[in-house]
């Protein structure tokens, strides 16, 4: 149980306090509900991009890293498909520097032409290095436009095309910060040796007198339901062939989904796994193999994904792996296994609890999903899902019908 209070400012603003006398450090991780589902065609990477931005200065502190390091702090932020999460850890005797930092481009963000076109072709080299010019890199993007139609999961974080990012005006921008870099649209979490109401106090100070948004925030198009698998080939520079399969489960919050997850945990978490014993250790079909769930805020997808053997193509490795996926929904999953994955899932959660830093993302993020109480209340559901559940999961799940393939081929 990580313990905390919460208070919520007259702006909207959310916020978490977690007291660890134990450290001299604090971290303070604002997360903004933003993410590539809230872009739309045209405008995609946006949310992405804007991370990039938010590190350029604000209005009173043209430096942000540096303000930062003056003060023994360090910074950093991600980016996925339903948030965009900023977190600084510095010794707590300096928390105010963090506040002052965040509170000024919450509200003052600058967006000078010069940081604007410096950013842009920082995003733009990302995407050449990370999806372009790497055998494989563009897999999650073919992947994702086969099995969404209409959602914005279509397209990766980093954005659908380099072409959309290059398009982007400040008119884009400044739309895209007014809508959702507002107190009413974040969680904050503060964590360390801190106490609760100087912390209160001095949030108070410093976000108190920050706009709410009067923007509203437009859900994403709902996508339709599949009832037919969908395939394609991609052909690249790659020195074997590779399999991506990937099925739409529930998401985050939705019945079904932990099974799901538990499902990717006995086929693939550990070098004992169904995937890598009867794929890769006990065959000649893959080199790799590897089984996840995206868990997206909206209904998203398990993916089995792998690198074939030379010579083997993708269509012979989703043969064999339909018949261990058959197999694992015939026989179900041993209790000796099941008892095993919730064992590694215990250790997870201890693992993540061990930072001051990951205390605090967690925090934020259970908050952001609707309740930080369902850090335990998730916990204990998953623990308490059968063998039978998981097995039933499976085949509901695991179905063509709901699935979508890349094959991606040797480019001859």
């Known amino acids: 149980m990580i313990d905390y209070k919460e208070f919520v400012l007259d702006n909207g603003l959310q916020v978490l306090v977690h007291e660890d006398p134990s450290s001299e450090m604090a971290v303070v991780n604002l997360l903004y509900k933003v993410g590539s589902r809230n872009e739309k065609m045209g405008k995609t990477g946006l949310a992405h991009y804007f991370e990039h931005l938010m590190f350029a200065g604000s209005q009173n502190i043209p430096a942000f890293d540096s303000a930062l390091e003056r003060v023994g702090g360090s910074s950093n932020a991600f980016t996925n498909t339903d948030i965009t999460n900023y977190y600084i850890t510095l010794p707590a005797v300096n928390l105010e520097t963090a506040l002052w930092l965040e509170s000024d481009r919450m509200l003052h963000l600058s967006l000078k032409d010069k940081h604007i076109n410096t950013q842009k072709q920082v995003v733009i080299e990302e995407f050449k290095q990370r999806y372009l010019n790497q055998p494989y890199g563009n897999a999650m993007h073919h992947l994702r436009s086969l099995a969404y139609e209409q959602h914005a999961y279509r397209w990766p974080t980093i954005g659908e095309k380099i072409e959309d990012i290059e398009q982007f005006e400040k008119n884009d921008l400044l739309a895209f910060y007014q809508n959702h870099y507002t107190p009413d649209n974040a969680v904050l979490c503060i964590a360390g040796k801190v106490k609760f109401e100087a912390v209160r106090e001095r949030v108070e100070h410093w976000f108190g007198e920050i706009p709410t948004g009067k923007q509203s925030v437009v859900a994403p198009i709902s996508e339709p339901l599949q009832q037919r698998k969908k395939s394609k080939e991609v052909f690249g520079k790659v020195p074997t062939e590779a399999l991506y399969k990937v099925y739409r489960i529930p998401g985050r919050l939705q019945d079904g989904y932990l099974s799901c997850d538990l499902i990717t945990d006995a086929l693939s978490f550990g070098r004992s796994a169904v995937l890598e014993q009867k794929l890769v250790k006990g065959g000649s079909v893959f080199a790799s193999c590897q089984a996840y769930v995206l868990g997206n805020i909206d209904p998203g997808l398990l993916v089995v994904t792998g690198k074939l053997e030379k010579g083997v193509s993708a269509e012979q490795g ?87 393939v890349v094959y991606y081929k040797c480019q001859e």
């Open 318 to 404: 989703e043969m064999a792996l339909e018949k261990v996926l058959d197999d694992f929904k015939r026989k179900g999953i041993p209790d000796q296994v099941l008892q095993k994955i919730k064992n590694q899932t215990e250790a997870m959660k201890t693992y993540e609890s061990v930072s001051l830093l990951g205390r605090a993302m967690r925090l934020a993020y259970y908050a952001y999903l609707g309740n930080p109480s369902l850090i335990n209340e998730e916990y204990d559901k998953k623990m308490g899902i059968s063998g039978e559940k998981i097995q039933e999961a499976a085949k509901t799940y695991l179905n063509d019908n709901s699935a979508a």
